[in-house]
Protein backbone atom coordinates (compact mmCIF):
# COMPACT_ATOMS: atom_id res chain seq x y z
CA UNK A 1 0.00 0.00 0.00
CA UNK A 2 3.06 1.87 0.76
CA UNK A 3 3.91 2.32 -3.19
CA UNK A 4 0.38 2.93 -4.12
CA UNK A 5 0.57 6.59 -2.10
CA UNK A 6 4.22 6.93 -3.62
CA UNK A 7 2.64 6.66 -7.13
CA UNK A 8 -0.31 8.66 -5.90
CA UNK A 9 1.36 11.47 -4.35
CA UNK A 10 3.56 11.80 -7.81
CA UNK A 11 0.90 11.67 -9.68
CA UNK A 12 -0.89 14.21 -8.23
CA UNK A 13 2.29 16.68 -7.27
CA UNK A 14 3.51 16.69 -10.99
CA UNK A 15 0.60 17.70 -12.34
CA UNK A 16 -0.23 20.00 -9.79
CA UNK A 17 3.05 21.84 -10.06
CA UNK A 18 2.66 22.44 -14.56
CA UNK A 19 2.56 25.37 -15.77
CA UNK A 20 -0.27 24.63 -17.56
CA UNK A 21 -2.07 23.44 -14.70
CA UNK A 22 -1.29 26.78 -12.55
CA UNK A 23 -2.32 29.37 -15.73
CA UNK A 24 -5.67 26.93 -16.50
CA UNK A 25 -6.66 27.33 -12.73
CA UNK A 26 -5.65 31.16 -12.87
CA UNK A 27 -7.62 31.89 -16.11
CA UNK A 28 -10.48 30.12 -15.08
CA UNK A 29 -10.62 32.02 -11.89
CA UNK A 30 -9.89 35.35 -13.05
CA UNK A 31 -13.20 34.71 -15.85
CA UNK A 32 -15.14 34.32 -13.23
CA UNK A 33 -14.66 37.24 -11.64
CA UNK A 34 -15.00 38.91 -14.90
CA UNK A 35 -18.29 37.63 -15.72
CA UNK A 36 -19.26 38.30 -12.39
CA UNK A 37 -18.52 42.03 -12.95
CA UNK A 38 -18.81 42.33 -16.20
CA UNK A 39 -22.24 44.69 -15.63
CA UNK A 40 -20.00 47.09 -13.95
CA UNK A 41 -17.23 46.87 -16.07
CA UNK A 42 -19.26 47.97 -18.70
CA UNK A 43 -20.58 50.63 -16.75
CA UNK A 44 -17.00 51.54 -16.35
CA UNK A 45 -15.85 51.99 -20.20
CA UNK A 46 -19.69 53.61 -20.68
CA UNK A 47 -19.29 56.11 -18.12
CA UNK A 48 -22.08 58.73 -18.98
CA UNK A 49 -22.96 58.00 -22.24
CA UNK A 50 -26.47 57.06 -21.18
CA UNK A 51 -27.22 60.36 -20.16
CA UNK A 52 -26.09 61.42 -23.87
CA UNK A 53 -28.86 59.17 -25.37
CA UNK A 54 -30.48 62.07 -27.64
CA UNK A 55 -33.05 61.15 -30.44
CA UNK A 56 -33.16 63.83 -32.67
CA UNK A 57 -36.71 63.97 -34.70
CA UNK A 58 -37.27 65.25 -38.16
CA UNK A 59 -40.82 65.99 -37.59
CA UNK A 60 -42.95 65.62 -41.06
CA UNK A 61 -46.27 65.08 -39.08
CA UNK A 62 -45.94 67.79 -36.35
CA UNK A 63 -47.02 67.62 -32.72
CA UNK A 64 -46.21 64.01 -32.14
CA UNK A 65 -42.63 64.59 -29.86
CA UNK A 66 -44.33 65.48 -26.76
CA UNK A 67 -45.92 62.29 -27.43
CA UNK A 68 -43.17 60.28 -28.48
CA UNK A 69 -41.47 61.41 -24.91
CA UNK A 70 -44.41 59.69 -23.02
CA UNK A 71 -44.16 56.53 -24.40
CA UNK A 72 -40.31 55.85 -24.53
CA UNK A 73 -40.82 57.33 -20.60
CA UNK A 74 -43.63 55.14 -20.13
CA UNK A 75 -40.74 52.13 -21.82
CA UNK A 76 -37.90 53.61 -19.27
CA UNK A 77 -35.75 53.89 -22.35
CA UNK A 78 -33.81 56.35 -21.14
CA UNK A 79 -33.65 58.44 -24.63
CA UNK A 80 -34.62 62.11 -24.31
CA UNK A 81 -36.66 62.90 -27.67
CA UNK A 82 -35.43 66.50 -29.46
CA UNK A 83 -37.29 67.92 -32.31
CA UNK A 84 -34.75 69.32 -35.56
CA UNK A 85 -35.12 71.30 -38.11
CA UNK A 86 -31.83 70.02 -40.12
CA UNK A 87 -32.81 68.32 -43.73
CA UNK A 88 -31.60 64.87 -43.78
CA UNK A 89 -28.90 65.67 -45.98
CA UNK A 90 -27.79 67.59 -42.78
CA UNK A 91 -28.68 64.88 -40.15
CA UNK A 92 -27.07 62.27 -42.48
CA UNK A 93 -23.77 64.14 -42.57
CA UNK A 94 -23.96 64.55 -39.20
CA UNK A 95 -23.85 60.85 -38.23
CA UNK A 96 -21.15 60.30 -40.58
CA UNK A 97 -19.38 63.27 -38.80
CA UNK A 98 -20.55 61.54 -35.28
CA UNK A 99 -21.82 64.34 -33.74
CA UNK A 100 -25.05 62.53 -33.51
CA UNK A 101 -25.82 58.87 -33.30
CA UNK A 102 -29.16 58.43 -35.18
CA UNK A 103 -32.72 60.02 -35.99
CA UNK A 104 -36.09 59.22 -36.69
CA UNK A 105 -38.53 60.45 -39.26
CA UNK A 106 -41.99 60.85 -38.60
CA UNK A 107 -44.61 60.82 -41.24
CA UNK A 108 -48.76 61.11 -41.39
CA UNK A 109 -50.11 60.25 -44.54
CA UNK A 110 -53.65 58.44 -43.09
CA UNK A 111 -51.66 56.32 -41.01
CA UNK A 112 -47.99 56.98 -39.24
CA UNK A 113 -45.18 55.94 -40.67
CA UNK A 114 -41.28 56.28 -39.33
CA UNK A 115 -37.65 55.40 -40.68
CA UNK A 116 -35.19 55.11 -37.78
CA UNK A 117 -31.85 55.49 -39.47
CA UNK A 118 -28.69 55.04 -37.49
CA UNK A 119 -24.14 54.69 -38.98
CA UNK A 120 -24.70 50.77 -39.09
CA UNK A 121 -26.70 47.89 -39.27
CA UNK A 122 -25.25 46.53 -35.74
CA UNK A 123 -26.97 49.50 -33.93
CA UNK A 124 -30.54 48.82 -35.59
CA UNK A 125 -31.31 47.20 -32.31
CA UNK A 126 -31.52 50.23 -30.49
CA UNK A 127 -34.42 51.12 -32.62
CA UNK A 128 -36.99 48.46 -30.90
CA UNK A 129 -37.93 50.33 -27.84
CA UNK A 130 -38.78 53.29 -30.67
CA UNK A 131 -40.28 50.99 -32.87
CA UNK A 132 -42.49 50.09 -29.49
CA UNK A 133 -43.67 53.47 -28.94
CA UNK A 134 -43.98 54.59 -32.28
CA UNK A 135 -46.50 51.65 -32.92
CA UNK A 136 -48.37 52.82 -29.19
CA UNK A 137 -48.79 56.79 -30.76
CA UNK A 138 -50.15 54.82 -34.04
CA UNK A 139 -52.71 52.31 -31.75
CA UNK A 140 -53.53 55.98 -29.77
CA UNK A 141 -54.40 57.68 -33.18
CA UNK A 142 -56.51 55.00 -34.45
CA UNK A 143 -58.58 54.43 -31.43
CA UNK A 144 -59.31 58.06 -32.18
CA UNK A 145 -60.20 58.13 -35.24
CA UNK A 146 -62.52 55.48 -34.94
CA UNK A 147 -64.12 57.35 -31.87
CA UNK A 148 -63.00 54.87 -29.56
CA UNK A 149 -62.49 55.87 -25.73
CA UNK A 150 -59.38 54.91 -23.03
CA UNK A 151 -61.18 52.41 -21.80
CA UNK A 152 -62.49 50.28 -25.02
CA UNK A 153 -58.53 50.81 -26.01
CA UNK A 154 -57.65 49.22 -22.53
CA UNK A 155 -59.80 46.23 -23.28
CA UNK A 156 -58.91 46.01 -27.05
CA UNK A 157 -54.84 45.27 -26.46
CA UNK A 158 -55.68 43.66 -22.75
CA UNK A 159 -53.22 40.52 -22.58
CA UNK A 160 -55.04 37.25 -22.30
CA UNK A 161 -54.27 35.60 -19.14
CA UNK A 162 -51.94 32.55 -20.72
CA UNK A 163 -50.88 29.80 -18.37
CA UNK A 164 -48.53 26.86 -19.19
CA UNK A 165 -49.52 23.32 -17.82
CA UNK A 166 -47.55 20.18 -17.85
CA UNK A 167 -49.53 16.88 -17.07
CA UNK A 168 -46.61 14.85 -16.60
CA UNK A 169 -45.24 14.30 -12.67
CA UNK A 170 -41.78 14.54 -13.66
CA UNK A 171 -42.19 17.82 -15.28
CA UNK A 172 -41.29 21.24 -13.26
CA UNK A 173 -43.10 24.12 -13.30
CA UNK A 174 -41.98 26.76 -15.33
CA UNK A 175 -40.66 28.84 -13.07
CA UNK A 176 -38.63 25.82 -11.38
CA UNK A 177 -37.42 25.07 -15.12
CA UNK A 178 -35.83 28.69 -15.12
CA UNK A 179 -34.34 28.43 -11.50
CA UNK A 180 -32.38 25.27 -12.79
CA UNK A 181 -31.65 25.52 -16.12
CA UNK A 182 -28.83 28.02 -15.54
CA UNK A 183 -27.07 25.86 -13.35
CA UNK A 184 -27.17 22.31 -14.84
CA UNK A 185 -25.78 24.55 -18.19
CA UNK A 186 -23.05 25.35 -15.93
CA UNK A 187 -22.34 22.02 -14.62
CA UNK A 188 -22.63 20.33 -17.57
CA UNK A 189 -20.24 22.33 -19.00
CA UNK A 190 -17.86 21.68 -16.23
CA UNK A 191 -18.48 17.80 -16.41
CA UNK A 192 -17.76 17.91 -19.64
CA UNK A 193 -14.41 19.67 -19.69
CA UNK A 194 -13.46 16.92 -16.88
CA UNK A 195 -14.55 14.46 -18.47
CA UNK A 196 -12.10 15.35 -21.32
CA UNK A 197 -9.02 16.98 -19.53
CA UNK A 198 -8.30 14.86 -16.97
CA UNK A 199 -8.39 11.40 -18.71
CA UNK A 200 -6.39 12.72 -21.31
CA UNK A 201 -4.19 13.83 -18.64
CA UNK A 202 -3.53 10.18 -17.36
CA UNK A 203 -3.33 8.58 -20.75
CA UNK A 204 -0.42 11.89 -21.58
CA UNK A 205 1.08 10.77 -18.17
CA UNK A 206 1.51 7.12 -19.00
CA UNK A 207 2.74 7.58 -22.37
CA UNK A 208 4.92 10.12 -21.17
CA UNK A 209 6.26 7.32 -18.76
CA UNK A 210 6.74 4.67 -21.36
CA UNK A 211 8.48 6.96 -23.92
CA UNK A 212 10.98 8.22 -21.25
CA UNK A 213 11.58 4.39 -20.28
CA UNK A 214 10.47 5.45 -16.58
CA UNK A 215 8.06 2.65 -17.06
CA UNK A 216 10.28 -0.17 -16.98
CA UNK A 217 11.76 1.19 -13.13
CA UNK A 218 8.23 1.57 -12.01
CA UNK A 219 6.98 -1.99 -12.60
CA UNK A 220 9.77 -3.46 -11.15
CA UNK A 221 8.35 -2.33 -7.82
CA UNK A 222 4.98 -2.16 -8.17
CA UNK A 223 2.37 -4.28 -10.02
CA UNK A 224 0.86 -2.50 -13.22
CA UNK A 225 -2.65 -2.69 -11.69
CA UNK A 226 -1.66 -1.01 -8.50
CA UNK A 227 0.16 1.99 -10.13
CA UNK A 228 -2.91 2.41 -12.74
CA UNK A 229 -5.26 3.12 -10.15
CA UNK A 230 -2.87 4.98 -8.21
CA UNK A 231 -2.43 7.19 -11.35
CA UNK A 232 -6.27 7.74 -11.96
CA UNK A 233 -6.51 8.34 -7.92
CA UNK A 234 -3.80 11.11 -7.74
CA UNK A 235 -4.85 13.22 -10.94
CA UNK A 236 -8.79 12.68 -10.18
CA UNK A 237 -7.85 14.19 -6.70
CA UNK A 238 -6.52 17.11 -8.18
CA UNK A 239 -9.18 17.45 -10.40
CA UNK A 240 -11.21 17.29 -7.49
CA UNK A 241 -9.08 20.14 -6.01
CA UNK A 242 -9.11 22.01 -8.84
CA UNK A 243 -13.03 22.38 -8.89
CA UNK A 244 -13.42 22.81 -5.53
CA UNK A 245 -11.40 25.85 -6.37
CA UNK A 246 -13.70 27.00 -9.04
CA UNK A 247 -16.24 26.29 -7.11
CA UNK A 248 -15.15 28.84 -4.40
CA UNK A 249 -14.10 31.19 -6.79
CA UNK A 250 -17.82 31.69 -8.38
CA UNK A 251 -19.12 31.64 -4.92
CA UNK A 252 -16.55 34.91 -4.10
CA UNK A 253 -16.93 36.22 -7.36
CA UNK A 254 -20.81 36.44 -7.13
CA UNK A 255 -20.60 37.89 -3.73
CA UNK A 256 -17.77 40.50 -4.38
CA UNK A 257 -20.05 41.29 -7.89
CA UNK A 258 -23.27 42.75 -4.98
CA UNK A 259 -25.79 40.85 -6.83
CA UNK A 260 -28.57 38.93 -5.42
CA UNK A 261 -28.60 36.74 -8.79
CA UNK A 262 -31.62 38.19 -9.85
CA UNK A 263 -30.63 40.47 -12.18
CA UNK A 264 -29.64 40.58 -15.82
CA UNK A 265 -27.28 37.61 -16.85
CA UNK A 266 -28.27 35.50 -13.56
CA UNK A 267 -32.26 36.26 -14.07
CA UNK A 268 -31.93 34.81 -17.61
CA UNK A 269 -29.77 31.53 -16.72
CA UNK A 270 -32.02 31.43 -13.06
CA UNK A 271 -29.34 31.03 -10.32
CA UNK A 272 -31.37 32.58 -7.87
CA UNK A 273 -33.20 28.95 -6.10
CA UNK A 274 -31.28 25.93 -6.39
CA UNK A 275 -32.02 22.60 -4.33
CA UNK A 276 -29.10 21.01 -3.14
CA UNK A 277 -29.31 18.24 -4.46
CA UNK A 278 -28.45 19.22 -7.24
CA UNK A 279 -24.92 19.89 -6.50
CA UNK A 280 -25.33 16.48 -4.67
CA UNK A 281 -25.92 14.83 -7.97
CA UNK A 282 -23.38 17.19 -9.49
CA UNK A 283 -20.54 15.84 -7.70
CA UNK A 284 -21.45 12.06 -8.08
CA UNK A 285 -21.67 12.54 -11.61
CA UNK A 286 -18.85 14.41 -11.83
CA UNK A 287 -17.07 11.85 -10.01
CA UNK A 288 -18.87 8.41 -11.83
CA UNK A 289 -18.26 10.39 -15.15
CA UNK A 290 -14.71 10.99 -13.94
CA UNK A 291 -13.48 7.55 -13.45
CA UNK A 292 -15.15 5.75 -15.96
CA UNK A 293 -13.61 7.43 -18.86
CA UNK A 294 -10.22 7.80 -16.80
CA UNK A 295 -10.23 3.70 -16.55
CA UNK A 296 -11.03 4.31 -20.61
CA UNK A 297 -8.20 6.79 -20.94
CA UNK A 298 -5.60 4.32 -18.55
CA UNK A 299 -6.31 1.30 -20.85
CA UNK A 300 -5.72 3.37 -24.32
CA UNK A 301 -2.61 5.38 -22.98
CA UNK A 302 -1.16 1.79 -21.63
CA UNK A 303 -1.13 1.02 -25.54
CA UNK A 304 1.06 3.49 -27.07
CA UNK A 305 4.89 4.64 -26.71
CA UNK A 306 4.71 7.99 -28.00
CA UNK A 307 3.06 11.05 -26.68
CA UNK A 308 2.02 11.58 -30.49
CA UNK A 309 -0.29 8.70 -30.55
CA UNK A 310 -2.24 9.22 -27.78
CA UNK A 311 -4.53 11.80 -29.31
CA UNK A 312 -5.53 9.08 -31.83
CA UNK A 313 -6.03 6.22 -29.85
CA UNK A 314 -7.86 8.48 -27.83
CA UNK A 315 -10.37 9.71 -31.10
CA UNK A 316 -13.19 7.02 -29.73
CA UNK A 317 -13.40 7.65 -25.98
CA UNK A 318 -13.72 11.49 -27.49
CA UNK A 319 -16.37 10.76 -29.95
CA UNK A 320 -18.55 9.16 -26.98
CA UNK A 321 -17.79 12.11 -24.58
CA UNK A 322 -18.84 14.74 -27.94
CA UNK A 323 -21.60 12.61 -28.68
CA UNK A 324 -22.95 12.61 -24.52
CA UNK A 325 -22.45 16.16 -24.69
CA UNK A 326 -24.61 16.86 -28.18
CA UNK A 327 -27.33 14.98 -26.30
CA UNK A 328 -27.48 16.67 -23.01
CA UNK A 329 -27.63 20.45 -24.84
CA UNK A 330 -29.91 19.35 -26.83
CA UNK A 331 -31.89 18.14 -24.15
CA UNK A 332 -31.70 21.11 -22.05
CA UNK A 333 -35.17 22.60 -23.92
CA UNK A 334 -36.72 19.25 -24.03
CA UNK A 335 -35.38 16.99 -21.10
CA UNK A 336 -38.42 14.29 -21.46
CA UNK A 337 -37.45 13.49 -25.13
CA UNK A 338 -37.22 9.91 -25.37
CA UNK A 339 -33.84 10.04 -26.57
CA UNK A 340 -32.43 11.76 -23.55
CA UNK A 341 -34.14 9.18 -21.02
CA UNK A 342 -32.97 6.14 -23.23
CA UNK A 343 -29.23 7.59 -23.38
CA UNK A 344 -29.44 8.63 -19.71
CA UNK A 345 -28.96 4.76 -18.31
CA UNK A 346 -26.21 4.36 -21.27
CA UNK A 347 -23.50 4.79 -19.00
CA UNK A 348 -20.90 6.56 -21.32
CA UNK A 349 -23.66 8.72 -21.52
CA UNK A 350 -25.26 8.84 -18.24
CA UNK A 351 -23.18 11.42 -16.39
CA UNK A 352 -23.60 14.09 -18.98
CA UNK A 353 -27.54 13.20 -19.48
CA UNK A 354 -28.94 11.84 -16.62
CA UNK A 355 -27.53 14.69 -14.50
CA UNK A 356 -29.54 16.71 -17.02
CA UNK A 357 -32.45 14.81 -16.29
CA UNK A 358 -32.00 15.08 -12.01
CA UNK A 359 -32.00 18.96 -13.03
CA UNK A 360 -34.85 19.80 -15.38
CA UNK A 361 -37.05 16.85 -14.14
CA UNK A 362 -38.65 15.66 -10.80
CA UNK A 363 -37.49 12.18 -11.12
CA UNK A 364 -38.46 8.91 -9.38
CA UNK A 365 -35.76 8.54 -7.06
CA UNK A 366 -35.15 4.75 -8.88
CA UNK A 367 -34.09 6.25 -12.05
CA UNK A 368 -31.15 8.01 -11.08
CA UNK A 369 -29.72 5.01 -8.57
CA UNK A 370 -30.52 3.18 -11.16
CA UNK A 371 -28.45 5.14 -13.62
CA UNK A 372 -25.93 4.87 -11.05
CA UNK A 373 -25.53 1.40 -10.54
CA UNK A 374 -25.12 1.01 -13.72
CA UNK A 375 -22.21 3.22 -14.30
CA UNK A 376 -20.43 1.30 -10.95
CA UNK A 377 -20.75 -2.19 -12.46
CA UNK A 378 -19.50 -0.54 -15.97
CA UNK A 379 -16.89 0.98 -14.01
CA UNK A 380 -15.85 -2.12 -12.23
CA UNK A 381 -16.24 -4.17 -15.79
CA UNK A 382 -14.06 -1.47 -17.44
CA UNK A 383 -11.54 -1.85 -14.13
CA UNK A 384 -10.68 -5.08 -14.53
CA UNK A 385 -10.68 -5.48 -18.07
CA UNK A 386 -8.52 -2.55 -18.13
CA UNK A 387 -6.32 -3.79 -15.62
CA UNK A 388 -5.65 -7.14 -17.45
CA UNK A 389 -4.65 -4.82 -21.00
CA UNK A 390 -2.54 -2.26 -18.78
CA UNK A 391 -1.05 -4.84 -17.39
CA UNK A 392 0.43 -5.92 -20.36
CA UNK A 393 0.26 -2.68 -22.46
CA UNK A 394 3.04 -0.91 -20.33
CA UNK A 395 5.78 -3.66 -21.52
CA UNK A 396 4.78 -3.43 -25.78
CA UNK A 397 6.91 -0.64 -27.03
CA UNK A 398 6.49 0.40 -31.41
CA UNK A 399 4.04 1.51 -33.13
CA UNK A 400 0.71 0.90 -31.61
CA UNK A 401 -1.87 3.12 -32.83
CA UNK A 402 -5.10 0.12 -33.13
CA UNK A 403 -7.55 -0.91 -30.93
CA UNK A 404 -6.41 -4.54 -32.59
CA UNK A 405 -3.20 -3.75 -30.00
CA UNK A 406 -5.72 -4.52 -26.54
CA UNK A 407 -5.76 -8.56 -27.83
CA UNK A 408 -1.89 -7.93 -27.48
CA UNK A 409 -1.60 -6.26 -24.67
CA UNK A 410 -3.76 -9.16 -22.88
CA UNK A 411 -1.99 -12.12 -24.21
CA UNK A 412 1.58 -10.12 -23.03
CA UNK A 413 0.04 -9.20 -19.70
CA UNK A 414 -1.26 -13.26 -19.18
CA UNK A 415 2.04 -14.42 -19.82
CA UNK A 416 4.06 -12.07 -17.31
Do not use: C
Request: no cysteine; aromatic share 10%.
Amino acid sequence: MHSFWIIFKQAFMTKARTKSFIITTLVVVAAFFLLANISNIIAVFDGDETEENVLHVLEEAPGLVPDLQAQLEALDSGIQVVPTYLTEEELQESIAEGTIDDYLVLTQNGQLSARYVSESANEMGSGSEIEIAVQAIHTALTAESLGLDDNQVGQLFMPVDFERQAISESSKSQEELSQARGLVYVLIMLIYVAVIYYPNMIAMEVATEKSSRVMEILISSVSPVKHMFAKIAGIGSLGILQMMIFGLAGYFAIKTAGTDLTEGFFSVMGFSEVKISTFLFAVLFFLLGYFLYAVLAALLGSLVSRTEDVQQLMLPMMVLIIIASLIAFSGISIPEASYVTISSFIPFFAPLVMFLRVGMLDLPLWEPLLSIAIMLVTIGILGWFGARVYRGGVLMYGSSQSLKDIRKAIRLGNSK
